[in-house]
């Protein structure tokens, strides 16, 4: 009687496997939505999809790791739910991806698939569809009323996590290579719409190259004071500005392509600090194609900006001169022996 109730039972098991499938353990989801402050440190991996759902914060003390190839994307939202990536001071954003297998940030509405070779169906027409990536740190800005710190406009100016600035010159948030930011720049908050990249008092030891910034509604790039360096970027068909530059921006932005159109402003806008403490900046060995723009200017640099240009080319572009704003302390220099390292045939730009 035992025996037979035990094979009623194993055949009753294979049955009821049969029906349902048996499995070592649940199948893990290869869509993530990620929300809110991230609590410890993290690894995205290539082999699963990110969803930015609002404001996503990388707090003091925490890394977020970004594996080659990892393709994250933001939900649609207007202020105050704009989806962003926001990295804390003394967070860090270790976002490294090669030419082969870059990092794509770009919206939920992008059809992109890179795991079925689906190219995406937006074009450089296709703007403001989130929020960007906000890095704060901890080096210094040259702010009007003398302070060390501000928050940054569009963030909230209640949580400490939306602040920036102070006197580590070396700072540093992590590192990105290979990282194409695209479709950004949607309206975040009172008087400030976002960027594709947005770097506020970010310090010398933050690594940055190999960047593309594709169709931001407004600002490829901006800088907000920091000495951090910037090495081979390309910024395509901006809104406002390509490179953006304020609050005594002290670092180097070097080998550089900007690709301008219609709608674009300046392919450079500098101001300088408001403080005592200026800083100077330096762009070094950059190319800009207007693309036949009308409207835009190769520059626009204020009385206050203190810096140097260097092996500055502008082509394809209707005004060629912009404004120095009658500033001797900015230098325009020409050196013929040192020519542009350029490496944009792994972006997004160069398939248009």
Known sequence: MRQHNLTKKILGALVFCGFIGCQDAPKEDTILVVQGEIQADTTWSADKSYILDQQVTVPAGVTLTIEPGTV????????????????ARGGKLMAKGTAEQPIIFTSINDNLDKENDIASALSQEDVGLWGGIIILGNAP?????????????GLDPNDKSSYYGG????????????????????????????????????????????????????????LFGGSVNVDNLIVHASGDDAIDIDEGYTGTISNF?????????????????????????????GTIDGKGAENSNIYSIDEKAEG?????????????????????????????????SLDFNWTRAKQQ
């Not at 394809?316 to 900015?330: C, I, Q, W, Y």
């Open 72 to 87: 994250i994307k933001a939900n649609a939202g207007e202020a105050p739910t704009v989806s962003m990536l926001v990295i």
């Open 141 to 153: 800005v040259s702010l009007a009323n003398g302070d060390e710190e501000t928050f940054y406009v």
């Open 167 to 222: 006197n580590k010159t070396d700072d540093g948030s992590g590192e990105l290579e290979y990282v194409s930011i695209r479709h950004g720049g949607i309206f975040i908050g009172t008087g400030s719409e976002s960027n594709g990249l947005t770097l506020c008092g970010v310090g010398s030891g933050t690594t940055i190259n190999h960047i593309e910034i594709f169709a931001n509604q407004d600002d490829g790039v901006e």
């Open 257 to 285: 392509l900007v690709e301008l159109t219609d709608r674009s402003d300046n392919a450079v806008e500098i101001s300088g600090g408001q403080g005592d403490s200026a800083g100077a900046f330096t762009l070094s060995n």
């Open 308 to 340: 140097t240009l260097t092996n500055i080319v502008a082509t394809n572009l209707e005004d060629a001169s912009g404004s120095l704003a009658s500033n001797d302390k900015v230098k325009v220099e020409t050196n013929d022996n040192k020519k542009a």
